[in-house]
Nanobody
Framework: QLQASGGGLVQAGGSLRLSCTAS????????FGWFRQAPGKEREFVAT????????SYADSVKGRFTISRDNAKNTVSLQMNSLKSEDTAVYYC????????????????WGQGTQVTVSS
């Protein structure tokens, strides 16, 4: 079970840190991803991190501004979002699966409930 938190309202240029906690003892067996969905748009890939955290991948739209990380001892994956823009406004979801490299939502088996991020301009 995945639980996302940390969303909120922030001004453009500001920062937020999202967290995703997972229950269970096999946390390190999973690759995690962050996705987002804005109103009227399809869910899109934001970032993903490998089992040990040594590999990460980002959507071009967030590269250089967002950082994904994980702490396997705490069963937590985080998304640090800096220099936020109005177009980053969306519901953000964390997701997990066992295989590295996927950016399509359909490739992730497990999903959290989402947390709203609103960036005011």
């Amino acid at each position: 079970q995945l639980q996302a938190s940390g969303g909120g309202l922030v001004q453009a240029g500001g920062s937020l840190r999202l967290s995703c906690t997972a229950s269970g003892r096999t946390f390190s067996s999973y690759v995690f991803g962050w996705f987002r969905q804005a109103p009227g748009k399809e869910r899109e890939f934001v970032a993903t991190i490998s089992w040990t955290g040594d590999s990460t991948s980002y959507a071009d739209s967030v590269k250089g501004r967002f950082t994904i990380s994980r702490d396997n001892a705490k069963n937590t994956v985080s998304l640090q979002m800096n220099s936020l823009k109005s177009e980053d406004t969306a519901v953000y979801y964390c997701a997990a699966d066992m295989y590295w490299g996927a950016t399509a939502p359909g490739n992730y088996r497990y999903w959290g409930q989402g947390t709203q991020v609103t960036v005011s301009s």
